[in-house]
């Protein structure tokens, strides 16, 4: 009896290790959607942060919102925490920096950037007894887009090449934590390939006009490329661009200084479709969560095409 209870349980303990080891390895990818998105955006953009000014109480709840976002999502840390951290004046600033490491043994060498910053201004101008600027367009909406694109590849293992999610501090204060990690990555020698930056993409623009558009458009041929693998014009030109010297003023631009590469912003934001960029009004119920769900959603096959290419096609042109 003591033999037949004994070999019952061996048997027990193997079917259980046979049942462990056949049990799937790969959840279902969750899908990007208007409720994800908004549940993020309205944490990082509430009262309760303060407006996000780097070197606050209310950046430090954000930093530590994204880092819990990546850990749940299978978003590794790049250095050994999650944070890069930065000093400037009296301050003490942290980028947060997330890799999903390629699936390929060559190319997962070289690394693609998609990031937005996570700082906003703190406080502006009272209205109606409204202090808090939230910067729910400016920019959790950037940082939002970063952080569902990280959620999706992380979970799909689709991108033969690395992709770092990255969100920086100090935008507000003169683009500090872009330039501190591209400096950086620089002394590290890292094999950047391309960088993109989301920078206000909360409300859509005029049904006439294309969906987004990518500062420093003619520099390089990224639009094409990310238009040519959505299978439709996502990423379109606008002319004032230029003329606001926008390639200069947001987190892409350090990248390509630092490391001479196709870095630029993407934004639905064409100071025509939303009147309270810098305005304690930026708050989380004044953006389109379906537009950006479909916005993002449209950059999943854009950016896997691009990612997946079996050579550097995005390159630097003659603006």
């Not at 309760?48 to 919102?65: H, K, N, V």
């Not at 379906?290 to 999943?300: C, D, G, Q, R, Y």
Request: proline fraction near 3%; hydrophobic fraction near 35%.
């Amino acid at each position: 009896m003591k033999t037949l209870l004994k070999l019952l349980l061996i048997c027990l303990f193997v079917a259980s290790c046979s049942s462990s080891k056949k049990a799937p390895t790969d959840s279902p990818i969750q899908p990007i959607t208007a409720e994800t998105v908004k549940k993020s955006i309205e944490y990082l953009a509430s009262d309760d942060l303060a407006g996000r000014q780097t070197g606050t109480e209310g950046i430090e709840m954000a930093a530590q919102y994204i880092e819990n976002y990546f850990r749940e999502n299978n978003i590794k840390p790049f250095y050994e925490t999650y944070r890069d951290s930065f000093n400037f004046n009296s301050i003490v600033g942290y980028n947060i920096v997330g890799l999903i490491e390629g699936n390929d043994p060559k190319l997962k060498n070289e690394y693609i950037i998609l990031g937005g910053h996570y700082d906003h201004i703190g406080q502006g101008t009272e209205v109606n007894g409204d202090t808090i600027a939230n910067g729910a367009n400016d920019d959790a909406s950037g940082t939002v887009a970063a952080m569902e694109l990280g959620r999706y590849f992380a979970q799909s293992k689709s991108n033969k090449r690395s992709v770092l999610i990255t969100l920086y501090a100090a935008e507000e204060m003169g683009l500090k934590g872009s330039g501190h990690l591209a400096e950086r990555l620089k002394s590290e020698e890292i094999d950047v390939y391309n960088m993109i930056n989301f920078e206000m993409i909360g409300v859509p623009r005029a049904a006439d006009k294309s969906m987004a558009y990518m500062s420093g458009y003619n520099r390089s041929n990224f639009a094409s490329t990310l238009n040519k693998y959505a299978g439709e014009e996502v990423i379109g030109f606008f002319p004032k661009a230029k003329e606001f010297q926008l390639f200069f003023r947001s987190d892409n631009y350090p990248f390509y200084k630092a490391l001479n590469i196709p870095a630029h912003a993407i934004s639905t934001f064409d100071f025509t479709n939303f009147d309270f960029y810098h305005h304690v009004d930026d708050e989380a119920d004044k953006m389109d969560y379906e537009h950006m769900a479909s916005f993002i959603n449209k950059m999943v096959p854009a950016f896997e095409g691009m990612m997946n290419a079996s050579t550097k096609e995005v390159i630097l042109t003659d603006e």
